[in-house]
Nanobody
Framework: QVQLVESGGGLVQAGGSLRLSCAAS????????MGWFRQAPGKEREFVAA????????SYADFVKGRFTISRDNAKNTVHLQMNSLKPEDTAVYYC?????????????WGQGTQVTVSS
């Protein structure tokens, strides 16, 4: 199996920054793409960003483009999400996820999430 552990969440003021990390362990060779999702209270889980292990191909949700940057360290099996210019509406639990396939939309593995709270 693949285990994902998020860290780096916390409380910040609007306009501030946070850097989330996701450490992957287990059979990480099964995964091809790592992603970040978020879920606010009463809202559905939504896609934030993704990156491929090979080639570092990235994709972003429109609402974070220009503010968030996803990156990966293959040697450490770690993915980061640098979040700048945070807004109160960014408040959510952020989840790290991984999927085995490139073309399928479903993610196979999920972390427990880390809380990000942005004060106004």
């Amino acid at each position: 199996q693949v285990q994902l552990v998020e860290s780096g969440g916390g409380l910040v003021q609007a306009g501030g920054s946070l850097r989330l990390s996701c450490a992957a362990s287990g059979r990480t060779s099964r995964t091809s793409v790592m992603g970040w999702f978020r879920q606010a209270p009463g809202k559905e889980r939504e896609f934030v960003a993704a990156i491929s292990w090979i080639g570092a191909v990235t994709s972003y949700a429109d609402f974070v483009k220009g503010r968030f940057t996803i990156s990966r360290d293959n040697a450490k099996n770690t993915v980061h999400l640098q979040m700048n210019s945070l807004k109160p509406e960014d408040t959510a639990v952020y989840y790290c996820a991984a999927k085995e396939g490139v073309y399928n939309a479903n993610y196979n593995y999920w972390g427990q999430g880390t809380q990000v709270t942005v004060s106004s």
